[in-house]
């Protein structure tokens, strides 16, 4: 075993979801809105961006109807990866004995960057918010 932490069950499921919905995405702002829309039904981000009422459809009615029609030319066919990596490695700096939803959050906020704040934006919060929203989960012990 190479001493990465394993990934927990709601973020397996995260990424199993995600990993069927990136190929039909037209641009990687797409690609970081099917990560929220997935994020935002498991585990502690769920709970966190169901709290700040991040629903299923944008605040702007911004919808990338029709990207998910066809699979998509080009992107980077290793984003999960990519995130997966930022994710080990974050939960391996905390001590955490498995990579769990936030430690996806944070690895999908590295690779997306601004991408995925204007994602946030278009469904009323930020990334600040979001972040402020699973620090009071944790130490509610939500």
Do not use: C, K
């Not at 990993?19 to 966190?48: C, D, K, N, Y």
């Not at 930022?86 to 939803?101: D, L, N, P």
Request: no cysteine.
């Amino acid at each position: 075993m190479n001493g990465s932490p394993a990934i927990a069950p709601d973020a397996a499921m995260v990424l199993g979801l995600v990993s069927t919905a990136i190929p039909f995405a037209g641009t990687p702002e797409a690609e970081a809105e099917r990560w929220l829309r997935v994020m935002r039904l498991h585990g502690q981000v769920g709970i966190a961006l169901q709290a700040l009422g991040v629903s299923e459809m944008s605040v702007s009615e911004h919808d990338h109807a029709g990207d998910h029609e066809q699979p998509a030319a080009g992107g980077d066919p290793d984003v999960i990866a990519h995130v997966v990596e930022h994710a080990s490695r974050i939960a391996g700096e905390r001590g955490a004995s498995g990579v769990a939803t936030p430690d996806l959050l944070m690895g999908v906020m590295h690779v997306y960057g601004e991408d995925f704040d204007r994602v946030l934006h278009v469904h009323g919060t930020d990334r600040e918010e979001l972040l402020e929203q699973l620090a009071r989960q944790e130490v509610r012990g939500d």
